[in-house]
């Protein structure tokens, strides 16, 4: 079967999803291709902090009634070290702005039943997924569904699928510049069945480790110790987790994380990458397709939207004015904000983790930058800009939305 749509947007994730509400508010016309199921596609843990422009972009696309009715605003951060925690308040550094916690898992549901009420198509389970004709104005994307061939043909391909997706290795070799770092350490993340005991998150550097207290509701705790990039989760019994958080985790005042039932558990290994350009030919690559970053700075599923954000108004640009000037600057305005989301995340890695290769010295340091980091204005001022998210490169009214 061939269809025809003006953008074929691989992958149902925050970025395609949030592409497709987008576009959808500006009248242009897309499909949705995911190899994943519906329930598969919701259920993954993942992130679950969202930068002030993320919960204002998904206000403008009016996706957030979910978000308003469930979110958690968080007006600052805990850093913890040497067995104390030191408190670094948004709204106060930032001229009102704070995060709010709300996981990936409601905003993907969200979004999929927003995309449903707009009867624009969306397949889930689509098997062998391959893009073609990147460099022509007609690129296509083939996948079969429910036992038949379909072809989508298009004029812009959106490569939202992730990290490992096929739209990124389908770029010819060479035209991409891929900047890598893979770090020592892995984090092990669970969710566990006890009331968060604080409100706020709590970033610790121990001498055992990294340690971040999260949370995904007034009832689930979300919790991350670091571990070996290669740690097998089997090597933890819930009692071994529960030890090594509360050793990590305790403060002198007696602060300590709700102990409850671990109902998920995972490992997931860290790196900071980069393809350069986000583009080939009509292939746009978007979130994780085109950029991961560690975990620490939070960063990942709003760097996903800001580059929606871009991606959005550069089709509208095509569509409303017959111009590519927009579609030829995506990349580079998308790199700026990616490279100083990458930079705060690798400083927020580094200054908080123990690498098996460091010194003395390095540690010394790296207490120094939080005894700094927490004793400074200027530099607590820093951490909260970034935290909170740097500004989008685009207005919210050039890509068609209210601010
Ligand atoms: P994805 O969410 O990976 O979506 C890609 C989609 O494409 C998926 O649904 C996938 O199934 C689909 N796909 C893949 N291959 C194909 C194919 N061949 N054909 C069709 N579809 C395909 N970010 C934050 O901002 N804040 C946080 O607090 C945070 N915490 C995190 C904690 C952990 C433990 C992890 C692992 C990540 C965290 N992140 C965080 C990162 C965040 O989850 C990602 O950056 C985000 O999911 C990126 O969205 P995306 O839509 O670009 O990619
Ligand atoms: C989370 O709640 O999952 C979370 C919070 C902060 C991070 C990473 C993950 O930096």
């Known amino acids: 079967m061939t269809h025809r749509t003006q953008v074929a947007i691989v992958g149902a994730g925050p970025a395609g999803l949030l592409l497709g509400q987008l576009l959808h508010l500006n009248g242009i016309d897309s499909v949705i291709v995911e190899n994943r199921s519906r329930e598969y596609v919701i259920d993954r843990v993942r992130a679950g902090v969202l930068e002030q422009g993320t919960v204002d972009l998904m206000k403008a696309m009016g996706v957030s009634a979910g978000l308003e009715r469930a979110g958690l605003r968080h007006e600052g951060v805990y850093i913890s070290f040497l067995g104390q925690r030191h408190h670094i308040n948004f709204?106060?550094?930032?001229?009102?702005?704070?995060?709010?916690v709300y996981g990936q898992n409601e905003v993907v549901r969200d979004l999929i039943d927003a995309r449903l009420e707009t009867s624009r198509p969306l397949y889930f389970e689509a098997e062998d997924v391959s893009v073609g004709d990147l460099d022509s104005t007609t690129p296509t994307v083939h996948f079969r569904y429910d036992g038949a061939e379909q072809e989508v043909r298009c004029d812009f391909i959106a490569g939202c699928d992730g990290f490992h997706g096929i739209c990124r290795p389908s770029i010819p070799a060479g035209v991409l510049a891929i900047y890598e770092r893979i770090y020592p350490f892995g984090w092990l993340g669970i969710?566990?069945?006890?009331?968060?005991?604080?409100?706020?998150l709590v970033y610790t550097l121990h001498e055992r480790g990294f340690a971040l207290?999260?949370?995904?509701?007034?009832?689930?705790?979300?919790?991350?110790?670091?571990?070996?990039?290669?740690?097998?989760?089997?090597?933890?019994?819930?009692?071994?987790?529960?030890?090594?958080?509360?050793?990590?985790?305790?403060?002198?005042?007696?602060?300590?994380?709700?102990?409850g039932r671990i109902t998920q558990k995972s490992v997931t290994p860290m790196r900071s990458f980069v393809a350069a350009p986000m583009r080939y030919g009509r292939l746009?690559?978007?979130?994780?397709a085109a950029h991961i970053v560690p975990p620490t700075g939070a960063k990942g599923?709003?760097?996903?939207?800001?580059?929606?954000?871009?991606?959005?108004?550069a089709l509208k640009g095509f569509y409303g004015r017959g111009s590519m000037?927009?579609?030829?600057?995506?990349?580079?305005?998308?790199?700026?904000?990616?490279?100083k989301a990458q930079r705060f995340s690798w400083?927020?890695?580094?200054?908080?983790?123990?690498?098996?290769?460091?010194?003395?010295?390095?540690?010394q340091r790296q207490i120094a930058d939080l005894d700094y980091l927490t004793s400074s204005r200027a530099a607590m001022?820093?951490?909260?800009?970034?935290?909170?998210?740097?500004?989008?490169?685009?207005?919210?009214?050039?890509?068609?939305l209210k601010a």
């Open 301 to 313: 599923l709003n760097l996903a939207a800001s580059d929606v954000l871009v991606l959005g108004r």
């Open 325 to 339: 000037e927009w579609l030829d600057e995506y990349s580079d305005l998308c790199l700026r904000r990616v490279w």
């Open 213 to 259: 207290f999260s949370m995904r509701s007034p009832k689930v705790t979300r919790l991350y110790l670091q571990v070996p990039p290669d740690e097998s989760i089997d090597n933890w019994s819930d009692d071994a987790i529960w030890d090594e958080m509360l050793r990590r985790m305790t403060t002198r005042d007696g602060w300590k994380p709700n102990i």
């Open 191 to 200: 969710l566990a069945e006890a009331a968060p005991s604080s409100e706020e």
């Open 347 to 363: 400083w927020m890695t580094s200054t908080l983790h123990r690498s098996p290769d460091e010194t003395a010295f390095d540690h």
């Open 381 to 400: 001022t820093s951490l909260a800009e970034q935290y909170v998210g740097l500004p989008a490169e685009v207005s919210f009214e050039s890509a068609g």
């Open 91 to 100: 709204p106060e550094l930032t001229g009102g702005k704070a995060i709010t």
């Open 284 to 288: 746009f690559l978007a979130g994780d």
